[in-house]
């Protein structure tokens, strides 16, 4: 485990700066995904993903793609405590002691902040988009649970999100080296 120097200070990092990181992060992931999708090609047949198209290799294929992206952020959380988002932004994940996390911390952490999304994108599979239905407003609500956690940091003094909480991490800035 790596520790930070004691010496230095750490800023807890705020909202504007972890959202810069997620839309760095997020266009990496759109690139890891595509090439994730690269072994399904062959079962395709010029089909879309999808399970009224291909029945049962949707669903194969959805839970692949979370696999994807639980390794991608438990790998670089774990590893260095920085995606490649976060390091752009000077941003570091460590536990509440200063460490970085572990596998098992860093896993609950993703499973932490990606809960609210799954549900909300679960119960809307499953939703007619055009009617106003309880699945619908219980999908929506789990979306808005997910932008809250997003934005939970303004109102925290320690300027930390429910699943920061949850997995005992914390995302500080780490200050420039001049």
Known sequence: MSQTNPSIATVPAGVLRRLGAILYDSLICVAVLMVATIPFVP???????DPSEVGGLAYVYRVWELVVLAAFFVFFWARRGQTIGMQAWRLRIEDERGNLLDWRTALMRFVYAALPWLLSMLVLSFTD???????????VGFAACGVL???SPWFDRGRRSWHDKLSRSKIIVIPKIT
């Open 149 to 151: 956690n997003l934005i």
């Open 43 to 49: 079962f395709l047949h010029g089909k879309v993903l």
């Open 129 to 139: 988009q055009h009617v106003w239905s309880v699945s619908r407003i219980v999908g």
